[in-house]
Protein backbone atom coordinates (compact mmCIF):
# COMPACT_ATOMS: atom_id res chain seq x y z
CA UNK A 1 0.00 0.00 0.00
CA UNK A 2 1.69 3.47 -0.87
CA UNK A 3 1.59 5.91 1.45
CA UNK A 4 -1.61 7.57 1.50
CA UNK A 5 -2.73 11.20 2.66
CA UNK A 6 -6.29 11.31 4.45
CA UNK A 7 -8.14 14.33 6.22
CA UNK A 8 -10.54 13.00 8.65
CA UNK A 9 -13.72 15.37 8.94
CA UNK A 10 -16.55 15.15 11.42
CA UNK A 11 -19.52 17.23 10.76
CA UNK A 12 -21.28 18.23 14.27
CA UNK A 13 -24.64 19.47 14.83
CA UNK A 14 -24.97 19.40 19.06
CA UNK A 15 -24.13 15.96 19.52
CA UNK A 16 -21.17 16.43 21.78
CA UNK A 17 -22.67 13.67 23.88
CA UNK A 18 -21.09 10.96 21.47
CA UNK A 19 -18.35 13.03 19.70
CA UNK A 20 -15.39 11.68 22.31
CA UNK A 21 -16.21 8.17 21.26
CA UNK A 22 -16.19 9.44 17.75
CA UNK A 23 -12.61 11.03 18.19
CA UNK A 24 -11.13 8.08 20.26
CA UNK A 25 -11.93 5.68 17.46
CA UNK A 26 -10.01 7.96 15.31
CA UNK A 27 -6.94 8.35 17.63
CA UNK A 28 -7.30 4.23 17.73
CA UNK A 29 -6.99 3.91 14.08
CA UNK A 30 -3.96 1.69 12.62
CA UNK A 31 -3.58 3.72 9.49
CA UNK A 32 -3.45 7.20 11.43
CA UNK A 33 -4.79 10.20 9.68
CA UNK A 34 -2.93 13.18 8.12
CA UNK A 35 -5.40 15.00 10.34
CA UNK A 36 -8.85 15.45 11.97
CA UNK A 37 -10.43 18.06 11.06
CA UNK A 38 -13.94 19.01 13.47
CA UNK A 39 -16.00 21.58 11.89
CA UNK A 40 -18.98 22.32 14.58
CA UNK A 41 -22.19 23.92 13.09
CA UNK A 42 -23.89 26.47 15.12
CA UNK A 43 -21.37 25.98 17.83
CA UNK A 44 -21.99 25.61 21.36
CA UNK A 45 -18.87 27.31 22.71
CA UNK A 46 -18.70 25.73 26.26
CA UNK A 47 -19.22 22.17 24.78
CA UNK A 48 -16.90 22.88 22.03
CA UNK A 49 -14.20 24.27 24.33
CA UNK A 50 -14.32 21.39 26.26
CA UNK A 51 -13.40 18.76 23.35
CA UNK A 52 -10.90 21.29 21.93
CA UNK A 53 -8.97 20.80 25.73
CA UNK A 54 -9.52 17.17 25.42
CA UNK A 55 -8.25 16.50 21.99
CA UNK A 56 -6.14 19.19 20.96
CA UNK A 57 -4.70 17.39 18.38
CA UNK A 58 -7.81 18.07 16.54
CA UNK A 59 -8.19 21.33 14.29
CA UNK A 60 -11.60 22.79 15.19
CA UNK A 61 -13.49 25.19 12.65
CA UNK A 62 -16.33 26.80 15.12
CA UNK A 63 -19.09 27.84 13.20
CA UNK A 64 -21.47 30.80 13.96
CA UNK A 65 -24.36 29.09 11.77
CA UNK A 66 -25.63 25.84 10.72
CA UNK A 67 -24.10 25.02 7.87
CA UNK A 68 -25.66 21.67 7.36
CA UNK A 69 -24.08 18.35 6.26
CA UNK A 70 -23.06 20.21 2.06
CA UNK A 71 -21.75 22.87 3.68
CA UNK A 72 -19.40 21.62 6.84
CA UNK A 73 -18.59 18.99 4.05
CA UNK A 74 -17.58 21.71 1.40
CA UNK A 75 -15.77 23.49 4.36
CA UNK A 76 -14.05 20.78 4.97
CA UNK A 77 -12.80 19.54 1.80
CA UNK A 78 -11.53 23.70 1.06
CA UNK A 79 -9.79 23.32 4.65
CA UNK A 80 -7.87 20.15 3.99
CA UNK A 81 -4.76 19.96 1.48
CA UNK A 82 -4.93 19.50 -1.95
CA UNK A 83 -3.15 16.31 -1.89
CA UNK A 84 -5.35 14.18 0.81
CA UNK A 85 -8.25 12.26 0.45
CA UNK A 86 -11.23 13.16 2.96
CA UNK A 87 -12.83 10.42 5.14
CA UNK A 88 -16.46 11.86 6.55
CA UNK A 89 -17.76 11.10 9.87
CA UNK A 90 -20.70 12.04 11.80
CA UNK A 91 -20.44 12.04 15.40
CA UNK A 92 -22.03 9.45 16.38
CA UNK A 93 -20.24 6.53 14.49
CA UNK A 94 -17.73 4.36 16.34
CA UNK A 95 -15.04 2.68 14.02
CA UNK A 96 -13.41 -0.55 14.29
CA UNK A 97 -9.43 -0.10 14.62
CA UNK A 98 -8.77 -1.02 10.70
CA UNK A 99 -11.84 0.86 9.62
CA UNK A 100 -9.72 3.15 7.83
CA UNK A 101 -6.60 1.55 6.76
CA UNK A 102 -9.29 -1.13 5.12
CA UNK A 103 -11.25 1.66 2.79
CA UNK A 104 -7.86 3.28 1.74
CA UNK A 105 -6.45 -0.60 0.91
CA UNK A 106 -9.62 -1.22 -1.40
CA UNK A 107 -9.82 2.02 -2.79
CA UNK A 108 -5.86 1.77 -3.51
CA UNK A 109 -6.63 -1.08 -5.60
CA UNK A 110 -9.34 0.50 -7.45
CA UNK A 111 -8.51 3.42 -9.83
CA UNK A 112 -11.91 3.99 -10.75
CA UNK A 113 -13.09 4.45 -6.74
CA UNK A 114 -14.15 7.49 -6.28
CA UNK A 115 -16.08 6.86 -2.71
CA UNK A 116 -15.62 3.77 -0.72
CA UNK A 117 -17.76 2.59 2.34
CA UNK A 118 -17.86 -0.16 4.90
CA UNK A 119 -20.33 -2.54 6.87
CA UNK A 120 -21.86 -0.03 9.65
CA UNK A 121 -24.17 -2.11 12.37
CA UNK A 122 -26.52 -0.51 15.02
CA UNK A 123 -25.34 0.53 18.14
CA UNK A 124 -26.63 0.92 21.84
CA UNK A 125 -27.93 4.42 21.49
CA UNK A 126 -28.29 4.42 25.61
CA UNK A 127 -24.20 3.17 25.31
CA UNK A 128 -24.86 1.28 28.78
CA UNK A 129 -25.30 -2.47 27.29
CA UNK A 130 -22.05 -2.08 25.41
CA UNK A 131 -21.61 -2.52 21.60
CA UNK A 132 -25.30 -4.43 21.47
CA UNK A 133 -25.97 -5.23 25.11
CA UNK A 134 -27.86 -8.59 24.74
CA UNK A 135 -29.16 -8.48 21.71
CA UNK A 136 -27.56 -9.67 17.69
CA UNK A 137 -25.54 -6.90 15.66
CA UNK A 138 -28.43 -5.77 13.37
CA UNK A 139 -26.97 -3.96 10.27
CA UNK A 140 -27.24 -0.42 10.08
CA UNK A 141 -26.15 0.40 6.11
CA UNK A 142 -24.07 -1.61 3.95
CA UNK A 143 -24.41 0.78 1.47
CA UNK A 144 -27.70 2.40 -1.10
CA UNK A 145 -29.48 0.61 -3.27
CA UNK A 146 -31.80 2.68 -5.76
CA UNK A 147 -35.03 1.07 -7.26
CA UNK A 148 -36.76 2.10 -10.52
CA UNK A 149 -39.21 4.18 -8.69
CA UNK A 150 -35.97 5.71 -7.85
CA UNK A 151 -36.61 5.24 -3.63
CA UNK A 152 -33.75 5.02 -1.87
CA UNK A 153 -32.57 2.47 0.82
CA UNK A 154 -29.65 1.79 3.16
CA UNK A 155 -29.54 -1.82 1.89
CA UNK A 156 -29.47 -4.37 4.77
CA UNK A 157 -30.87 -1.78 7.41
CA UNK A 158 -32.95 -3.56 10.40
CA UNK A 159 -31.31 -6.96 9.41
CA UNK A 160 -29.27 -9.54 12.00
CA UNK A 161 -25.82 -9.51 10.03
CA UNK A 162 -25.15 -13.44 9.72
CA UNK A 163 -22.73 -12.47 6.71
CA UNK A 164 -25.04 -12.03 3.91
CA UNK A 165 -23.14 -8.81 3.20
CA UNK A 166 -19.75 -10.15 3.68
CA UNK A 167 -18.92 -9.76 0.06
CA UNK A 168 -16.49 -6.66 -1.52
CA UNK A 169 -18.66 -5.24 -4.50
CA UNK A 170 -19.38 -1.97 -6.52
CA UNK A 171 -22.53 -0.36 -4.77
CA UNK A 172 -24.74 2.50 -6.46
CA UNK A 173 -23.73 5.01 -3.22
CA UNK A 174 -21.98 5.31 0.07
CA UNK A 175 -23.83 6.63 3.33
CA UNK A 176 -22.37 9.42 4.54
CA UNK A 177 -22.13 8.56 7.89
CA UNK A 178 -18.71 7.38 7.34
CA UNK A 179 -17.42 7.01 3.55
CA UNK A 180 -13.76 8.00 1.94
CA UNK A 181 -14.04 9.88 -1.33
CA UNK A 182 -11.27 10.34 -3.38
CA UNK A 183 -9.59 13.82 -3.54
CA UNK A 184 -9.73 13.44 -7.70
CA UNK A 185 -13.11 12.25 -7.45
CA UNK A 186 -14.36 15.57 -5.94
CA UNK A 187 -12.72 17.96 -7.77
CA UNK A 188 -14.07 16.44 -10.91
CA UNK A 189 -17.46 16.49 -9.74
CA UNK A 190 -17.32 19.96 -8.32
CA UNK A 191 -19.41 22.46 -9.81
CA UNK A 192 -19.46 26.12 -8.75
CA UNK A 193 -17.08 25.46 -6.89
CA UNK A 194 -18.95 23.06 -4.41
CA UNK A 195 -18.75 19.48 -4.43
CA UNK A 196 -21.85 18.87 -2.18
CA UNK A 197 -24.77 20.79 -2.97
CA UNK A 198 -25.43 23.35 -0.56
CA UNK A 199 -28.78 23.79 -1.62
CA UNK A 200 -29.46 20.37 -0.40
CA UNK A 201 -28.22 21.59 3.18
CA UNK A 202 -28.65 17.95 4.53
CA UNK A 203 -30.15 14.66 3.78
CA UNK A 204 -29.67 12.59 0.30
CA UNK A 205 -26.64 15.01 -0.42
CA UNK A 206 -24.71 11.41 -0.07
CA UNK A 207 -26.60 9.68 -2.58
CA UNK A 208 -27.30 13.22 -5.23
CA UNK A 209 -23.00 13.25 -5.42
CA UNK A 210 -22.44 9.32 -5.84
CA UNK A 211 -25.01 9.73 -8.54
CA UNK A 212 -23.20 12.42 -10.01
CA UNK A 213 -19.73 10.59 -9.73
CA UNK A 214 -21.07 7.69 -11.17
CA UNK A 215 -22.30 9.73 -14.03
CA UNK A 216 -18.58 10.83 -14.61
CA UNK A 217 -17.33 7.06 -14.99
CA UNK A 218 -16.37 6.81 -10.98
CA UNK A 219 -17.72 3.83 -9.24
CA UNK A 220 -18.45 3.21 -5.18
CA UNK A 221 -17.37 0.31 -3.01
CA UNK A 222 -18.83 -1.42 -0.71
CA UNK A 223 -15.83 -2.92 1.59
CA UNK A 224 -17.05 -5.26 4.54
CA UNK A 225 -13.46 -5.36 6.13
CA UNK A 226 -14.12 -1.94 7.24
CA UNK A 227 -16.82 -1.70 10.14
CA UNK A 228 -18.40 0.26 12.67
CA UNK A 229 -20.90 1.36 14.85
CA UNK A 230 -23.99 3.80 14.04
CA UNK A 231 -25.98 5.30 16.91
CA UNK A 232 -28.50 6.21 14.00
CA UNK A 233 -31.13 8.70 15.34
CA UNK A 234 -33.82 7.20 13.32
CA UNK A 235 -34.35 4.00 11.84
CA UNK A 236 -36.72 2.55 8.76
CA UNK A 237 -39.81 0.86 10.60
CA UNK A 238 -39.91 3.92 12.91
CA UNK A 239 -43.31 6.27 13.17
CA UNK A 240 -42.72 8.85 10.61
CA UNK A 241 -44.61 11.49 12.49
CA UNK A 242 -41.75 11.32 15.42
CA UNK A 243 -38.90 12.14 12.68
CA UNK A 244 -38.01 15.62 12.72
CA UNK A 245 -40.57 18.32 10.45
CA UNK A 246 -37.25 19.69 9.42
CA UNK A 247 -35.30 16.29 8.24
CA UNK A 248 -38.67 14.94 6.12
CA UNK A 249 -38.92 18.73 4.42
CA UNK A 250 -35.36 18.19 3.41
CA UNK A 251 -35.42 14.76 1.91
CA UNK A 252 -38.71 15.21 -0.47
CA UNK A 253 -36.92 18.23 -1.29
CA UNK A 254 -33.96 16.70 -2.20
CA UNK A 255 -35.11 13.98 -3.97
CA UNK A 256 -36.66 16.00 -6.47
CA UNK A 257 -33.48 17.99 -6.71
CA UNK A 258 -31.84 14.55 -7.29
CA UNK A 259 -33.98 13.63 -10.14
CA UNK A 260 -33.74 17.06 -11.94
CA UNK A 261 -29.63 17.42 -12.03
CA UNK A 262 -29.14 13.66 -12.53
CA UNK A 263 -31.74 11.51 -14.47
CA UNK A 264 -31.52 10.22 -17.61
CA UNK A 265 -33.82 10.84 -20.00
CA UNK A 266 -33.60 6.97 -22.22
CA UNK A 267 -34.17 5.87 -18.24
CA UNK A 268 -36.75 8.33 -17.17
CA UNK A 269 -38.48 7.25 -20.16
CA UNK A 270 -37.96 3.15 -19.08
CA UNK A 271 -38.86 3.78 -15.77
CA UNK A 272 -41.84 6.29 -16.12
CA UNK A 273 -44.74 4.03 -14.67
CA UNK A 274 -42.51 3.03 -11.05
CA UNK A 275 -41.71 6.93 -10.79
CA UNK A 276 -45.14 8.03 -11.35
CA UNK A 277 -46.42 5.48 -8.79
CA UNK A 278 -44.41 6.62 -6.14
CA UNK A 279 -44.80 10.45 -6.68
CA UNK A 280 -48.10 9.77 -6.41
CA UNK A 281 -48.13 7.72 -3.11
CA UNK A 282 -45.74 10.32 -1.76
CA UNK A 283 -48.01 13.20 -2.53
CA UNK A 284 -50.92 11.19 -1.33
CA UNK A 285 -49.11 10.60 1.96
CA UNK A 286 -48.60 14.71 2.12
CA UNK A 287 -51.90 15.51 1.26
CA UNK A 288 -53.31 13.11 3.68
CA UNK A 289 -51.29 12.51 6.68
CA UNK A 290 -48.61 15.65 6.84
CA UNK A 291 -50.12 18.54 4.69
CA UNK A 292 -47.65 20.89 6.33
CA UNK A 293 -44.93 19.04 3.86
CA UNK A 294 -46.43 20.71 0.52
CA UNK A 295 -43.92 23.56 1.71
CA UNK A 296 -41.55 21.29 0.31
CA UNK A 297 -42.49 20.70 -3.29
CA UNK A 298 -43.96 24.26 -3.17
CA UNK A 299 -40.20 25.67 -2.37
CA UNK A 300 -38.87 23.81 -5.46
CA UNK A 301 -39.91 26.60 -7.26
CA UNK A 302 -37.31 28.88 -5.98
CA UNK A 303 -34.55 25.73 -6.44
CA UNK A 304 -35.37 24.95 -10.00
CA UNK A 305 -33.44 27.52 -12.03
CA UNK A 306 -30.16 26.86 -10.39
CA UNK A 307 -31.13 22.28 -10.00
CA UNK A 308 -31.65 23.68 -14.43
CA UNK A 309 -28.17 25.17 -14.88
CA UNK A 310 -26.56 22.74 -12.99
CA UNK A 311 -28.07 19.72 -15.08
CA UNK A 312 -26.95 21.10 -17.99
CA UNK A 313 -23.02 20.87 -16.61
CA UNK A 314 -23.65 17.81 -15.71
CA UNK A 315 -24.80 16.08 -19.04
CA UNK A 316 -22.27 17.76 -20.87
CA UNK A 317 -19.34 16.18 -18.18
CA UNK A 318 -21.32 12.93 -18.58
CA UNK A 319 -19.02 9.80 -19.65
CA UNK A 320 -21.32 6.79 -18.06
CA UNK A 321 -23.67 5.40 -20.52
CA UNK A 322 -27.54 4.79 -19.90
CA UNK A 323 -26.80 1.16 -20.03
CA UNK A 324 -24.14 1.40 -17.33
CA UNK A 325 -26.13 3.37 -15.29
CA UNK A 326 -29.61 1.67 -15.77
CA UNK A 327 -27.80 -1.29 -14.23
CA UNK A 328 -27.90 0.20 -10.69
CA UNK A 329 -31.97 0.89 -10.48
CA UNK A 330 -33.15 -2.24 -9.52
Given at each position: MTDPRVAVGIINYGDYRHLPACLDSVKRQ?????????????????EIDRIGRAYPEVQILSMQENLGYSGGANRIIREADRGEDIFLLNPDVVLNSRHLE???????????????????????PDGDRG?????????????????????VIDRGHGEPDVGQYDTPEEIFSVCGAAVLYRRSMLEDVRIDGECFDEEFFAYKEDVDICWRAQLFGWTALYHPAATAQHLRGWKRGDDRRRVPWVRKYHSLKNHALMMMKNE??????????????LGTCAMAYVTLMEPALWKSVMDLRQYWPRARHKRGIIMARRRASADRMGRWFA
Open positions: TLPPDRVILLDNQSCADELVRAMQSNADAGAAGGKLVLGDLYGDRSPRLDTTGHLIFRSRRLPALLRRDSLHILR
